[in-house]
């Protein structure tokens, strides 16, 4: 959890309670390992505006033009 907070500039404890807010509406499903919590996502919405956001970001790198 560490790692992700960090990643995201939060504490571990909001990251917490964003997930769990997710798993709370559906959005994420949850599956423990020991002392680990792996999360996925289940809501095929989600997963859709993921693909579409790396698509589009991918096409505007594609169109920036490159530096000299």
């Not at 959890?1 to 997710?22: H, I, P, T």
């Not at 505006?49 to 594609?62: F, K, R």
């Amino acid at each position: 959890m560490s790692d992700l907070a960090e990643a995201v500039g939060m504490r571990a404890q909001a990251v917490s309670n964003q997930l769990r807010k997710l798993v709370d509406l559906g959005v994420l499903d949850t599956r423990r390992h020991g002392n680990h919590i792996h999360y996925r996502i289940v809501e095929p919405c989600v997963t859709k505006l993921l693909h579409q956001g790396l698509c589009i970001s991918g096409e505007q790198l594609l169109r920036r033009p490159r530096a000299s």
